[in-house]
C-alpha cells in the first residue's frame, strides 16, 4: 500500500461545476495536509493547508480532512480552463526525524473543459 | 522577493559522470529540502537541511547521492557514477524553519536531469 494514494485519473470536467479530488494516507501520525497545484512543465505550488479535522475554504477551493478515515480531499467551485493542472495531495508527520518531509501522492490531473 | 532558484535548469550528462546540481533558496528560510520527480509521479523527498546539517536524509537512494549546504544557504546536490535510472527533475523547496511540519515549502523551478 502507498503512503498516500489519490483518485486515479485524468479527471475531466466542466467549465462551472465542482471537481472533487482525493486523497488518503496511511500514515496515523501525519498532522499536516497540503493540496499543491503543479502546471505542466512548473514546479508545485501551494494552494491549500489543512491541520484539523474539517472543513477550510478559500476562496473556491474547499479542502476537507478527516483523521479518523484518514482521508482529505479538496473540492473546486466553479472550476475554470485555468484550473487544469495536475494536483499533489501531501502529508507531513508532525515529529521525529521525518518532521518537516512532505509524502507525495502520485497527483491527479485535472481538465476543465469549455 | 525573490524565489527558490535552482541552477542549471537542464543538464545533460553521461552515464558514470559525476553531476552537481545547486538551490538557492529564498533569503531567511533556514530549512532546505531536495525531491526528485519523475515523470507522471509526485515528488520524492531525498533530504532535509535544518541549517548547515542534513537533519533528515532517509529518502537517499544510495551513496552515489549526497548533498550539502556548508553554510546554511545554498545546497548543492552531487550524484557520483549517475545512471540511465536518476534521470528525473530534481526540485529544491525551502522553508522558514521555525515550524517544519506546518511551514509552507515554497519550490524551485527545478532541474532535469538526462543521463544518456
Known amino acids: 500500500q502507498k503512503e498516500v494514494e489519490q483518485n486515479s485519473g485524468p479527471l475531466s470536467v466542466p467549465e462551472g461545476a465542482i471537481a472533487s479530488l482525493n486523497c488518503t494516507y496511511s500514515?496515523?501520525?501525519?498532522?499536516?495536509f497540503f493540496w499543491y497545484r503543479q502546471y505542466s512543465g512548473k514546479s508545485p505550488e501551494l494552494i491549500m493547508s489543512i491541520y484539523s479535522n474539517g472543513d477550510k475554504e478559500d476562496g473556491r477551493f474547499t479542502a476537507q480532512l478527516n483523521k479518523a478515515s484518514q482521508y482529505v480531499s479538496l473540492l473546486i467551485r466553479d472550476s475554470q480552463p485555468s484550473d487544469s493542472a495536475t494536483y499533489l495531495c501531501a502529508v507531513s508527520n508532525a515529529g521525529g526525524t521525518s518532521y518537516g518531509k512532505l509524502t507525495f501522492g502520485q497527483g491527479t490531473i485535472l481538465t476543465v473543459h469549455p | 522577493g525573490a524565489g527558490v532558484s535552482q541552477t542549471p535548469s537542464n543538464k545533460v550528462t553521461e552515464k558514470g559522470k559525476y553531476v552537481e546540481l545547486r538551490c538557492d533558496p529564498i533569503s531567511g528560510h533556514t530549512a532546505l529540502y531536495w525531491y526528485r520527480q519523475s515523470l507522471g509521479q509526485g515528488p520524492e523527498f531525498l533530504i532535509y537541511f535544518q541549517g548547515t546539517g542534513a537533519a533528515d536524509d532517509s529518502g537517499l537512494p544510495n551513496d552515489r547521492f549526497f548533498a550539502v549546504r556548508p553554510e546554511g544557504s545554498v545546497s548543492t546536490l552531487k550524484i557520483q557514477r549517475t545512471e540511465r535510472g536518476d534521470s528525473a527533475v530534481y526540485l529544491c523547496?525551502?522553508?522558514?524553519?521555525?515550524?517544519?511540519?506546518?511551514?509552507?515549502?515554497?519550490f524551485g523551478p527545478g532541474t532535469r536531469l538526462t543521463v544518456l
Open positions: 523547496a525551502s522553508s522558514f524553519g521555525t515550524s517544519p511540519g506546518t511551514d509552507t515549502q515554497y
Open positions: 500514515d496515523r501520525g501525519s498532522q499536516s
